[in-house]
């Protein structure tokens, strides 16, 4: 997608940081040595998308540069580079699909294929009743409960059709489903359960053990 298709056309006049995200902006730049306060160009962003219904405005990217002392060009160039910051309206639900091999192996076209039934909708489209956009994204980097669909902050995980459709019937209810493996695999274990180390009881700690004896 061009860099002009990723930024609305349809821009607010003016923007403002909240008093209370002003103060949170003083701690950030403190963190960084004297002259280095471009660093803190990823968290002002985030905050500004955070306040502004998920997507950045210009005017936003202008302050930004201003506060950090940096060209403005500088600061479009890092909001363009990460897919996680928005230029443009989103829905309420912004889908992140990863599509990198290793979810393309677990089945990321499924996935893809049940939001597309539904909605319509492909990569940088946003749904006919508007609370539903879709991005194609890079590694998410929890491959190893793949396919992942980041919801907004959270991650679903081991998605196929079915599940993906389930998910999509919780967020339409505003009821989203628990966060994590839809499978119900805990962190990233096996998904036929732990297989290894099964006969290994942890000792008990003397603390652990004058505990049992006091009870
Ligand atoms: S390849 Fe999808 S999370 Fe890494």
């Known amino acids: 997608m061009s860099i002009e298709a990723r930024i609305a056309e349809d821009q607010p006049n003016s923007f403002a940081f909240t008093a209370e995200n002003e103060a949170e902006i003083k701690r950030i730049i403190a963190k960084y040595p004297k002259g280095r306060q471009a660093s803190a160009v990823m968290p002002l962003l985030d905050m500004a998308q955070r306040q502004h219904e998920n997507w950045i405005p210009m005017k936003a990217i202008e302050l930004i540069a201003d506060k950090l002392d940096m ?3 500088r600061v479009l160039e890092v909001a363009t580079f990460y897919t996680m ?3 443009k309206p989103v829905g309420k639900y912004f889908l992140q699909a990863c599509t990198t ?7 990321s076209d499924e996935m893809m294929r049940c939001i597309k039934d539904r909605y319509g909708i492909t990569s940088g489209q946003t749904s006919d009743c508007g609370r ?4 194609e ?3 998410l980097g929890a491959c190893v409960n793949a396919p992942i669909l980041q919801v907004n902050d ?3 995980e081991d998605l196929n059709y079915q599940s993906t459709g389930a998910l999509l019937d919780s967020l339409e209810k505003d009821a989203p489903l628990a966060v994590g493996s839809v499978l119900g695999r ?3 274990e096996a998904s036929g359960g732990a297989t290894s180390l099964n006969a290994i009881k942890p000792k008990k700690t003397a603390k652990a053990k004058s505990g049992a004896a006091n009870a």
């Open 71 to 73: 060209a403005k060009i």
């Open 85 to 87: 910051f928005n230029l």
């Open 101 to 107: 091999t290793p979810c393309w192996l677990r089945g």
């Open 132 to 135: 539903f956009s879709l991005l």
């Open 137 to 139: 994204v890079e590694c």
């Open 154 to 156: 959270d991650f679903y």
């Open 186 to 188: 805990s962190g990233s």
